[in-house]
Nanobody, 125 residues
Framework: QVQLVESGGGSVQAGGSLRLSCAAS?????MAWFRQTPGKEREGVAG???????TYADSVKGRFTISEDNAKNTRYLQMNSLKPEDTAMYYCAASRLGGTWFSYSPWSQTKYLYWGQGTRVTVSS
């Protein structure tokens, strides 16, 4: 069993930045950040695998950057130019699955066996 612990959420004004961290207690191959607001489905934001592949939702391209420190089993989400619509609970999720699924369906939540508890991001206008 892998435990995921998120940190780095908080409140910021529009245009500001935050960096989220997700520390894993064991090996994982791909990891993604999802977010959810009340009444809406959880949506994928950014993902990364150890082969170097990354992917982003169109709504965050150019503003968010996902990275990893494999030595620390930690992935990061640098969020710049934040907008009020980025307000959500952010969850990290991790998978040990290799293969091509990440290239075709990175937001397939069934591929992610491990989930964190979430960290809240609030962006005020």
């Amino acid at each position: 069993q892998v435990q995921l612990v998120e940190s780095g959420g908080g409140s910021v004004q529009a245009g500001g930045s935050l960096r989220l961290s997700c520390a894993a207690s064991g090996y994982t191959y791909c990891m993604a950040w999802f977010r959810q607001t009340p009444g809406k489905e959880r949506e994928g934001v950014a993902g990364i695998c150890q082969d170097g592949k990354t992917t982003y939702a169109d709504s965050v391209k150019g503003r968010f950057t996902i990275s990893e420190d494999n030595a620390k089993n930690t992935r990061y989400l640098q969020m710049n130019s934040l907008k009020p619509e980025d307000t959500a609970m952010y969850y990290c999720a991790a998978s040990r699955l290799g293969g091509t699924w990440f290239s075709y369906s990175p937001w397939s939540q069934t591929k992610y066996l491990y989930w964190g508890q979430g960290t809240r991001v609030t962006v005020s206008s």
